[in-house]
């Protein structure tokens, strides 16, 4: 094989509305955005010979794990199925590793499933914790810790050392809310000022409520196969060209860097380096805005803005949908909703969406490449994954 | 790609105590397995470029999901990461996915462990619960359905239409405890006799408490490469040749059948075609013994038996250690002890420790073909993997 090279197309893509879906099981709600995505290219069931399924919490949420099995099944497919967990990386995990399937030539074509339900508890203390489960369970969520916890910690150290201010982290928010309103799949489609951030409650200082996503839940599905397949499909193709996967510890206090999100970038210069490209070739990404102190570390760890530089390029525009480098046409995480297995495959819908020309009122102009970059918990995990035509 | 001549090579292999590690953590039994394993390749840890991890539970026993970036870190790993749940079948999917990575050559060296700690818990029904979550949750586990249910309902059905006995079943836990008693990896290395287990508590009729095995703590690591690779490291490496996946619904009363496991058999055949070779070429077998019934019911659906005569091949010592096909010459989950996720790699063990003639008392002779079963919950998941020389 050739890193160089090597290409995978995505000839089909679909996802459910994201929100509460009180009246879907896990499994419809797969269901719901499988048929979708086949429809779009034409193909049955019977065609397909892989799902691969991204998927966080079913065990936390639902108290059903094993869901290559029943999901599969559920869904009327008789191919294997398997599930990956990565926190909220696990849709992108299960692109990634569906890719590798592909190449090899062991499977022809492939559904690749993120899906997630989070909103069956009654109590917010639940959610938290089964939220938690993607922290160090020893060093931090039994004591206490939890996921907005850490990134207040990060987002003090980035206070502090590069200057960002609270303002600067609403506009993300603002941001991402004047993109939701352009996309009719997202969640959230109300705009938002940096008012409505500031004086929304404060969970963890320096982080306001509307800093932070919503637990929801949702479906997200793309077809993948290879380059010769794909012809008789789709004319015009978008195609994986690179994917990449990087690590941190998960407990703050074992990184070097409070303020850095070192595993995104590890995984964004492999991915560089294996293309041949800089940053300055991205075009558009979709990152993991969970709270809007990631984006700004994400855009930088991608090498978008330079370091400490995030919050500042965010307050002028740079990041906007008609700025240097649009950050979440889609509305991201924050606006665009966050079932969290399903987001690494929702990124990549957007991207589809966008060199597809088919983003309408938010779509952006020369594409060349597009990037995605999918996190777990508070960055023990990063995927990379560059797009092109 | 060639599915008929691929070949990915195992050089190193180390699994730790299965049984009850109370002083280890997940990543710290993780370590000693892969310390273990990369000792017999002379390999360091920066020359992995993957690790894949199996694990059925922590989100449930240990309250830990995201082992991804955990246990890599934790293991001192600076490379990509990934962890696979399919129930009891975790570890052998992770295999079959690494496997994938080395054949597109994105992988170089790549170490798959299978690691589960499920002794944390001080109530048999928190254990119960844990395992339940692999089953249906809504149509079974949420009724009070348990997995030793599911397989006294499975038995019940097999001694109905078959004539299968208790004694038949009690027999797979004799042989494979006169197993384990060659094994010094092994749980349990004490001799059982057919009386034991037809006294033994009752638990769900007709399965006793020595028809199941135990929960139990345990780390299992192999490495692979290419063939090419395996040069440097190993002379006479042994290969996984196929491996193939599949399923049946996860709810009982939505099979066709009762007392046979049809995601085994469409795994097995598809192997068997891939390779050219049919169930007469295979000179040994680890299988899925969750509960004595589960043996007798993968032997006929892997062909090694003819369908209906597990019980009375076992009876006649057929797949006794001297038998015409030697099954679970390790112990099995039954008594070699089954820590869910790390079972799948556990078996590999096995079939590495017998082709390389390092089984001492149990070694079999004139081995041409090893193959693994793994299951994932009451039967939802199925992975058949094929090893040669």
Redesign the interface.
């Known amino acids: 094989?050739?890193?160089q090279t090597?290409k995978v197309a995505i000839i089909g893509y679909d996802m459910t509305p994201f929100g509460d879906l009180y009246d879907l099981?896990i499994s419809e709600i797969s269901n719901l955005a499988l048929t979708g995505a086949l429809k779009k290219t034409g193909l049955e069931r019977e065609d397909l010979d892989g799902l691969y399924i991204g998927n966080?919490?079913a065990?936390?949420f639902?108290?059903?794990?094993?869901?290559?099995?029943?999901i599969?099944?559920?869904c009327g497919l008789?191919c294997?199925?398997?599930?990956?967990?990565?926190?909220g990386a696990s849709g992108a995990?299960a692109m990634r590793?569906a890719a590798?399937?592909i190449?090899?030539?062991?499977l022809d074509k492939v559904a690749v499933l993120g899906v997630e339900k989070m909103t069956s508890f009654s109590s917010a203390r639940d959610t938290q914790?089964a939220l938690?489960?993607?922290?160090?369970?020893?060093w931090e969520?039994?004591m206490g810790g939890t996921l907005t916890a850490n990134f207040a910690l990060m987002a003090k150290s980035h206070m502090r050392e590069y200057g960002t201010t609270s303002e600067q982290m609403a506009q993300v928010a603002v941001k991402n809310h004047q993109n939701s309103k352009l996309n009719p799949r997202a969640q959230f489609r109300n705009s938002i000022t940096q008012a409505h951030v500031l004086k929304s409650k404060m969970v963890a200082d320096p982080i306001h409520l509307l800093d932070g996503c919503a637990a929801s839940d949702g479906g997200a599905v793309i077809i993948m196969c290879s380059p010769e397949v794909a012809e008789s499909y789709d004319s015009e193709p978008v195609y994986i060209r690179a994917s990449?996967?990087?690590?941190?510890?998960?407990a703050l206090h074992?990184r070097e860097h409070l303020n850095r999100i070192t595993?995104t970038k590890k995984a964004a210069d492999g991915g560089y380096k294996q293309l041949g490209i800089t940053p300055k070739d991205i075009s558009f990404a979709e990152v993991h805005d969970v709270f809007t102190i990631a984006e700004i570390m994400a855009i930088e760890a991608l090498g978008l803005v330079e370091q400490g530089k995030g919050g500042m390029a965010t307050e002028d525009g740079v990041t906007a949908l008609d700025g240097e480098i649009p950050i979440n046409t889609s509305g991201g995480l924050k606006a665009r909703g966050y079932p969290v297995g399903a987001s690494g495959i929702a990124q990549t819908i957007e991207i589809m969406e966008q060199f597809k020309g088919l983003a309408k009122d938010r779509q952006i102009k020369n594409i060349e490449w597009g990037l995605t970059q999918s996190m777990?918990?508070s960055g023990?995990?990063s995927v990379i994954s560059f797009f092109s035509r």
Do not use: F, W
Not at 132 to 138: G, H, K, P, R, Y
């Open positions: 094989m050739n890193p090597d099981g966080a919490g065990g936390q639902l108290g059903q794990e094993h869901l290559g099995a029943l599969s099944t559920g008789d294997q199925s398997l599930r990956i967990e990565a926190s995990v590793i590798h399937g190449l090899t030539g062991y914790y938690s489960t993607a922290m160090d369970t020893i969520a039994s990449k996967q990087g690590h941190s510890p998960l074992k595993c777990g918990g023990g995990t």
